[in-house]
């Protein structure tokens, strides 16, 4: 079984900075593709960043020059390190990994989501 668990969330004003993690746990044998996803109040979800296996990242244009994704490959961790924040960052934010298990293949798998609210 495979899990992923966020952590880092919380208050901040208006500026401010915050590092979310993500730690995938199990029976993995590869992951690929590890991402940020985050759904505002009355939003759809949206993909923030994603950082594949060999170290090609995406950003979002709303968060480019402000969020930075990285991986601890012998942790099976990624962090989203998040500065010059904006109320209009407030969302829960969910880590997605494309992990292969030999039990279930190549599958995606999902965090419980953390919460980041930003103050005005």
């Known amino acids: 079984q495979v899990q992923l668990v966020e952590s880092g969330g919380g208050l901040v004003q208006t500026g401010g900075s915050l590092t979310l993690s993500c730690v995938a746990s199990g029976s993995i044998e590869t992951i690929n593709t590890m991402d940020w996803y985050r759904r505002a109040p009355g939003k759809q979800r949206e993909l923030v960043a994603s950082t594949s296996r060999g170290g090609t990242t995406y950003y979002a244009d709303s968060v480019k020059g402000r969020f930075t994704i990285s991986r601890d490959f012998a942790k099976n961790t990624e962090y989203l390190q998040m500065t010059s924040l904006k109320p209009e960052d407030t969302a829960v934010y969910y880590c997605?990994?494309?992990?292969?298990?030999?039990?279930?293949?190549?599958?995606?798998?999902w965090g419980q989501g953390t919460q980041v609210t930003v103050s005005s």
């Open positions: 997605n990994a494309n992990i292969y298990t030999f039990a279930h293949g190549l599958r995606d798998y």
